[in-house]
């Protein structure tokens, strides 16, 4: 399996315009995280689904972030309208059910100036 | 609220030294604490796992100890290698949470001089 992919990995945008970051997880795997990462704050969860439904999206910063799962291989992170202060690393990750272990993906880097 | 502490922030050894990363956490109503390892451009990978049960957890040259009622985990590495430097991340799930929803530290970041 080739892991957990993301896209894009970098994205440079500017404020107010809109992003979309992509997840495929790995095949059979019943949920899936977004995570955000910045120096200030660390590793935060924002969002995770078991079985294409959202469970937990009390890390969701604002209205401006939303998820979608709409099948079992292929999730979405929209940032919009997006801020400077978004700037962050993104994460994607996955795992079975029943299993703590978390497969991540390499994350997507994002600068909004 | 669950707060997880690592120190120190970065550290510096030289090859074959043997060593010790510190993570402290403020609520002990934990499932379990993970320990990981982020290579610099990717992401996370788990390490060890020990669950509220356990006082320690062994994989290789890699150690992990538990003491949840003082709030604290310790990963040993021994024989250190220029391959292991990267940053470790330790995180908790706490038992107030929802499944799978982890309280990540900020990490270590450690540098293995050949």
């Known amino acids: 399996d080739a892991g957990v992919i993301q896209s894009p990995r970098h994205e440079v945008t500017e404020m107010g315009q809109e992003v979309t970051l992509r997840c495929k997880p790995i095949s059979g795997h019943d949920y899936l995280f977004w995570y955000r990462q910045t120096m200030m704050r660390g590793l935060e969860l924002l969002i995770y689904f078991n079985n294409n439904v959202p469970i937990d999206d009390s890390g969701m910063p604002e209205d401006r972030f939303s998820a979608k799962m709409p099948n079992a291989s292929f999730s979405t992170l929209k940032i919009q309208p997006s801020e400077p202060r978004d700037s962050a690393v993104y994460f994607c990750a996955s795992s079975q059910q029943g299993s703590e272990t978390q497969y991540f993906g390499p994350g997507t880097r994002l600068l909004v100036l | ?114």
């Open chain 2, 1 to 114: 609220k669950q707060e997880v502490t690592q120190i120190p922030a970065a550290l510096s050894v030289p090859e074959g030294e043997n060593l010790v990363l510190n993570c402290s956490f403020t609520d002990s109503a934990i499932y379990n604490l993970q320990w990981f390892r982020q290579d610099p451009g990717k992401g996370l990978t788990s390490l060890l796992l020990i669950q509220s049960s356990q006082r320690e957890q062994t994989s290789g040259r890699l150690n992990a100890s538990l003491d949840k009622s003082s709030g604290r985990s310790t990963l040993y590495i021994a024989a250190s290698q220029p391959g292991d430097s990267a940053t470790y991340l330790c995180a908790v799930r706490p038992t107030t949470s929802g499944t799978y929803k982890y309280i990540f530290g900020t990490g270590t970041r450690l540098k293995v001089l050949a």
